[in-house]
Structure formats: structure tokens, C-alpha cells
């Protein structure tokens, strides 16, 4: 865990910003495709729910690396507060990567007031710049219900020295869906779910279903402005431009 002690933050984040409901009549489904949004769909804001703050950490961005070209720095895919909500035992997980020769990334999930490592991996990135996503395989121990976790995720660019490893840190919560929530979850295709999961506060997986219809749908006008609408919302306006790339899993699952 010596590469925790490289924490570095950036305090910089814009204000959220709220647009009103989208009319969408343009996109009325067509017989041929029932996943095409209804006209009553929102605009994806995020709105966090009302819980307090997690305890400080390391900071939800770093500075520039020279593990990086250019001044773009990494960046995880979390709102303002850092505190993600999941309704699920094995979330999936997003950071922007800048370009980097660098190919070895960590991640560490840790419990009970950073006392347990819960997991802890490293995986190979991609060799594009680009957003990269991590899920907990089914192997690692479940998130349980109700209880709040930390964790890290460090570029290793230098093995022996990790004061130039850029880190992020933030924090996740597995919450469970109230009747309502998970009836309406339950009945929902893709298309309707990245409004659910805004509207109740559900970050992780309100995200990765975007990724989703981010990639299956490209060239969709709906899912462009619902996309960049969700990041803005919390600040993460710079990238939201940024191509999400396929990756990555897990190459060593290291000992606790």
C-alpha cells in the first residue's frame, strides 16, 4: 500500500448545471425499434442524494504526471463529493486516462476505515487515451449493503519512487433500491434506465449504462446530449468528449 502515500488533489470542479426536460418527439419510437426513447424522458442530470459527506481523502484528481503527454490529468468518473452509490455487489468502476506510455494501473478497495484491504489488483491499459472502465470480478468478496468503502487508483510509472505516480481516490456505498426504484428498474430497457438510476442518486450504475448506449449507439443525438448532460452535471465537463475504451480486466489479483 506505499503507493497510497502519493496522494496528490485537485480541487477543481464547475458548478453543476441543470437543464430542463427534453423534448424528444423527434425520436418517437418506430416499430422496428422499441428501445428508441418515450417523449416523456428526462434530461440525464444527476441529483445526488441527501446523505452526509464521506471523510476527507486524497483527492478526486491529480496534478499533471510526467507519466502523461501533454497537461491533461487523470480522472475518475465520480460526483463532486467523491462518494458514488451502487446498488450493485460487483460495481464497475471509470476514470479518464490521459496518453501514456505508462501500462500498469492499481487498483485497492479497502473496508473499515482503510483497515482491510477488501481487493486489490493491477491491470494493463489501453494504449489509447481514453475512458477506461474496471468491474470487481464475482470472485472478490461482495460489497455488502449499508457500508461505505475507499478506494485507489494509481498509474505506476515509476516503481521504486511513486512520488510522480498519479492517484485518484473516492469513495462507494452499496445501497439497496426501494420498491418503487426497483419495480420500475425491473420493467426498464437501457434506454430508460440512465434516468432512473439520475433521478434516485444511483451514480454507478446511472454511468455505466450511459457507457452503454455510448457505445452501442454512436451516432444517437439522445444519447450525446443525455452523456454530456450526466458529467456536466457534476463537473466533469472536461471530459466529456473523451472516447470510452474497451478495457479492463484484471491481470494479477495480488495478496492482502
Same mark, same amino acid.
Given at each position: ?109 479497502? !473496508? ?137 480486466? !484484471? ?6
Amino acid at each position: 500500500m506505499k503507493w497510497i502515500q502519493a496522494c496528490l488533489c485537485l480541487a477543481a470542479f464547475s458548478l453543476p448545471i441543470c437543464w430542463n426536460f427534453i423534448p424528444v418527439s423527434a425520436l418517437t419510437p418506430h416499430k422496428q425499434d422499441d428501445h428508441t426513447p418515450k417523449t416523456w424522458q428526462m434530461s440525464q442530470v444527476f441529483k445526488p442524494p441527501k446523505r452526509g459527506k464521506p471523510p476527507a481523502s486524497a483527492g478526486g484528481s491529480t496534478r499533471s504526471s510526467s507519466c502523461f503527454k501533454g497537461n491533461k490529468r487523470l480522472t475518475p468518473l465520480i460526483p463532486s463529493d467523491k462518494l458514488g452509490l451502487t446498488l450493485a455487489k460487483h460495481p464497475t468502476f471509470f476514470w479518464y486516462v490521459p496518453s501514456t506510455s505508462v501500462k500498469t494501473a492499481k487498483f485497492l478497495l479497502l !473496508a473499515d476505515g482503510d483497515r482491510e484491504v477488501l481487493y486489490e489488483t493491477v491491470f494493463t491499459l489501453p494504449n489509447e487515451p481514453g475512458i477506461i472502465s474496471f468491474k470487481i470480478p464475482n470472485s472478490a468478496p461482495a460489497l455488502a449493503i449499508g457500508k461505505t468503502y475507499h478506494w485507489y487508483f494509481t498509474i505506476v510509472c515509476n516503481a521504486e519512487d511513486t512520488s510522480d505516480n498519479p492517484l485518484v481516490d473516492g469513495w462507494i456505498e452499496r445501497t439497496q433500491a426501494e420498491l418503487p426504484l426497483s419495480q420500475a428498474l425491473a420493467k426498464a430497457d437501457l434506454w430508460k434506465l440512465p434516468a432512473l438510476y439520475a433521478e434516485a442518486g444511483i451514480w454507478h450504475e446511472g454511468l455505466t449504462a450511459l457507457v452503454q448506449l455510448r457505445r452501442t449507439e454512436p451516432r444517437s443525438l439522445k444519447v450525446k446530449m443525455d452523456w454530456r448532460q450526466f458529467l456536466k452535471s457534476v463537473g466533469l465537463n472536461a471530459i466529456v468528449s473523451e472516447p470510452s475504451i474497451d478495457c479492463c480486466t !484484471a491481470d494479477n489479483s495480488l495478496p492482502k
